[in-house]
C-alpha cells in the first residue's frame, strides 16, 4: 500500500517530543465529515489519502489523516503536565539567546540532566524506590529503582531513559545517573550512556517552536547552534526562578509556579532552582540582580536544596505555620537565607506535602493499595536533590 499522504507523530519505536508546530502534526485525528453535500458538476471526486493530496485531504472530505492510538493511551495525562519538561527548562536557562549554544566552560549541567530525567520519570510516575522495608538501612543513592509503568510519555529521551530502565537489572538513584551519563569503569555496562542529552533536547525546543538552527562557524569547524526563537517561554522559565528565590513574603506567590492544572507545581519549582543551581546556570537568571540580592538568592536556593534532598521532605518543618526551623540537610553557605526566605522556603515545604497527600488520596480512590506509591516516586525526587547537593560545584 502506497503510503504517500499519510501522516504519523510517530515513527517505529520512536515518540519523538513533538509540539503544535503543523497542524499535520495535531494530537487529534480529523475525519471527513459525513454530511457533505453532493458534488457540484465539474468538481473533482473524492481521492483517498495515498493518491497525493496530503494531510489536506481530511480537512477537504477527500480522505483520513492516520494517527498513532498511543497519542490517546495516557488517560488525559497530557491536560496535567506542562509544555516543557525539566530538562528544556535547565538547558533555556543556560543558552546564549542570540549565540544559541551552552557555555565551553559549564562541565556540570550534562550530568545534572540526567538526574532530571529521573525526576522527570518519577513525577509522572513512571519510576519509584523499590518497595522494602530494609532499604531504609541503604543511603539514598543505593535504593533500588523499578518501572512501575512502562508506557510511553511522549518525549524521546524520557521513553528511551524508560525502555533501558525495564529491560535492565535493578540500579540504585546513584548508579543510574552516573550509568546514563556514562561515569563508569565498567566497559560491560557503557552501553547504559544516553549520548547527544543536550543536542536532542535543543532539536525538541526547535520542534516546539521554541529555538531555532542556525550553522556557526568556530574558526575550524561549523556547528549547529539554536538560538532563542520565542523569548517568552525562556523569560517564563527566568520568571518563575527569580519569584521564587526573590519573593518577600512568606506565600509562594503564583508567578512562581506553572500555569493553573499542571501537577505537582511547587514540586516542579523546587526541582527547577535545584536543578539550576547544580548545573551552574541559576546565575544567568539572577544576572540582572544586584549583588546583595543575588547573594540572598543564593542563599535562599541552599536553604529549598537542604529541606528537600532529605526524606521525607523538611524533617523540621512542621505542617502548620510556626517559629522557623529550617535545617534538615546540609547547607552550603553560611548563615542561608533569613526571615521571610526562610519562612517562604517553611511554606513551600507544606505546600509540596499537600500536594503528595492530595495525589495519595487519588490514587487510592482510583485504584487502590496504592497508598504508599506516590511517597515512594517522590523519594527518588529527594534522593536526586541529594546528589545535586554532593555535586563538586556545590561544595
Same mark, same amino acid.
Given at each position: 500500500?502506497?503510503?504517500?499522504?499519510?501522516?504519523?507523530?510517530? @515513527? *517505529? #519505536? &520512536?515518540?519523538?517530543?513533538? $509540539?503544535?508546530?503543523?497542524?499535520?502534526?495535531? /494530537?487529534?485525528?480529523?475525519?471527513?465529515? +459525513?454530511?457533505?453535500?453532493?458534488?457540484?458538476?465539474?468538481?473533482?471526486?473524492?481521492?483517498?489519502?495515498?493518491?497525493?493530496?496530503? @494531510? *489536506? #485531504? &481530511?480537512?477537504?472530505?477527500? $480522505?483520513?489523516?492516520?494517527?498513532?492510538?498511543? /497519542?490517546?493511551?495516557?488517560?488525559?495525562? +497530557?491536560?496535567?503536565?506542562?509544555?516543557?519538561?525539566?530538562?528544556?527548562?535547565?538547558?533555556?536557562?543556560?543558552?546564549?539567546?542570540?549565540?544559541?549554544?551552552?557555555?565551553?566552560?559549564?562541565?556540570?549541567?550534562?550530568?545534572?540532566?540526567?538526574?532530571?530525567?529521573?525526576?522527570?520519570?518519577?513525577?509522572?510516575?513512571?519510576?519509584?524506590?523499590?518497595?522494602?522495608?530494609?532499604?531504609?538501612?541503604?543511603?539514598?543513592?543505593?535504593?533500588?529503582?523499578?518501572?512501575?509503568?512502562?508506557?510511553?510519555?511522549?518525549?524521546?529521551?524520557?521513553?528511551?531513559?524508560?525502555?533501558?530502565?525495564?529491560?535492565?537489572?535493578?540500579?540504585?538513584?546513584?548508579?543510574?545517573?552516573?550509568?546514563?551519563?556514562?561515569?563508569?569503569?565498567?566497559?560491560?555496562?557503557?552501553?547504559?550512556?544516553?549520548?547527544?542529552?543536550?543536542?536532542?533536547?535543543?532539536?525538541?525546543?526547535?520542534?516546539?517552536?521554541?529555538?531555532?538552527?542556525?550553522?556557526?562557524?568556530?574558526?575550524?569547524?561549523?556547528?549547529?547552534?539554536?538560538?532563542?526563537?520565542?523569548?517568552?517561554?525562556?523569560?517564563?522559565?527566568?520568571?518563575?526562578?527569580?519569584?521564587?528565590?526573590?519573593?518577600?513574603?512568606?506565600?509562594?506567590?503564583?508567578?512562581?509556579?506553572?500555569?493553573?492544572?499542571?501537577?505537582?507545581?511547587?514540586?516542579?519549582?523546587?526541582?527547577?532552582?535545584?536543578?539550576?543551581?547544580?548545573?551552574?546556570?541559576?546565575?544567568?537568571?539572577?544576572?540582572?540582580?544586584?549583588?546583595?540580592?543575588?547573594?540572598?538568592?543564593?542563599?535562599?536556593?541552599?536553604?529549598?536544596?537542604?529541606?528537600?534532598?532529605?526524606?521525607?521532605?523538611?524533617?523540621?518543618?512542621?505542617?502548620?505555620?510556626?517559629?522557623?526551623?529550617?535545617?534538615?540537610?546540609?547547607?552550603?553557605?553560611?548563615?542561608?537565607?533569613?526571615?521571610?526566605?526562610?519562612?517562604?522556603?517553611?511554606?513551600?515545604?507544606?505546600?509540596?506535602?499537600?500536594?503528595?497527600?492530595?495525589?495519595?488520596?487519588?490514587?487510592?480512590?482510583?485504584?487502590?493499595?496504592?497508598?504508599?506509591?506516590?511517597?515512594?516516586?517522590?523519594?527518588?525526587?529527594?534522593?536526586?536533590?541529594?546528589?545535586?547537593?554532593?555535586?563538586?560545584?556545590?561544595?
Amino acid at each position: 500500500m502506497a503510503s504517500e499522504g499519510l501522516t504519523r507523530r510517530r @515513527g *517505529a #519505536g &520512536a515518540s519523538p517530543a513533538i $509540539g503544535s508546530a503543523s497542524p499535520a502534526f495535531s /494530537d487529534a485525528p480529523s475525519f471527513p465529515s +459525513s454530511s457533505a453535500g453532493p458534488r457540484k458538476p465539474g468538481q473533482n471526486a473524492p481521492t483517498s489519502s495515498a493518491g497525493g493530496s496530503g @494531510g *489536506a #485531504g &481530511a480537512m477537504e472530505g477527500r $480522505g483520513k489523516i492516520a494517527y498513532d492510538p498511543r /497519542d490517546f493511551e495516557n488517560g488525559g495525562e +497530557s491536560e496535567t503536565m506542562p509544555r516543557l519538561t525539566i530538562m528544556e527548562e535547565v538547558l533555556l536557562l543556560g543558552l546564549k539567546d542570540k549565540a544559541g549554544y551552552l557555555s565551553f566552560w559549564n562541565d556540570n549541567i550534562s550530568y545534572a540532566l540526567r538526574g532530571c530525567i529521573l525526576i522527570e520519570l518519577a513525577l509522572r510516575r513512571r519510576i519509584a524506590m523499590v518497595k522494602d522495608p530494609s532499604r531504609r538501612r541503604l543511603a539514598l543513592a543505593d535504593r533500588l529503582i523499578e518501572v512501575i509503568d512502562d508506557r510511553q510519555t511522549g518525549e524521546t529521551i524520557l521513553d528511551e531513559a524508560l525502555k533501558m530502565m525495564k529491560s535492565s537489572e535493578k540500579y540504585g538513584t546513584g548508579a543510574w545517573v552516573d550509568l546514563m551519563s556514562g561515569e563508569t569503569w565498567n566497559v560491560m555496562k557503557i552501553g547504559y550512556q544516553l549520548k547527544q542529552v543536550r543536542e536532542r533536547l535543543a532539536k525538541g525546543l526547535v520542534d516546539k517552536g521554541i529555538l531555532r538552527t542556525e550553522k556557526r562557524n568556530f574558526l575550524l569547524f561549523d556547528m549547529a547552534t539554536h538560538p532563542i526563537a520565542d523569548m517568552n517561554a525562556k523569560d517564563d522559565v527566568m520568571r518563575r526562578t527569580l519569584t521564587l528565590l526573590t519573593a518577600r513574603t512568606a506565600a509562594i506567590p503564583p508567578q512562581a509556579l506553572h500555569k493553573e492544572g499542571v501537577k505537582y507545581r511547587h514540586m516542579r519549582a523546587v526541582v527547577l532552582v535545584c536543578a539550576a543551581y547544580a548545573s551552574s546556570v541559576l546565575e544567568n537568571a539572577l544576572q540582572r540582580l544586584s549583588y546583595d540580592s543575588r547573594e540572598a538568592a543564593f542563599a535562599r536556593c541552599d536553604d529549598i536544596l537542604a529541606e528537600f534532598s532529605t526524606w521525607p521532605f523538611g524533617v523540621t518543618t512542621s505542617n502548620v505555620a510556626g517559629p522557623v526551623a529550617i535545617g534538615g540537610g546540609t547547607r552550603k553557605r553560611e548563615g542561608g537565607s533569613g526571615g521571610v526566605g526562610r519562612e517562604s522556603v517553611q511554606e513551600l515545604v507544606r505546600e509540596v506535602r499537600k500536594e503528595m497527600a492530595s495525589s495519595q488520596v487519588t490514587q487510592a480512590g482510583a485504584g487502590g493499595g496504592q497508598e504508599e506509591q506516590e511517597d515512594l516516586c517522590f523519594e527518588i525526587v529527594a534522593t536526586v536533590l541529594e546528589i545535586f547537593g554532593r555535586m563538586d560545584s556545590l561544595l
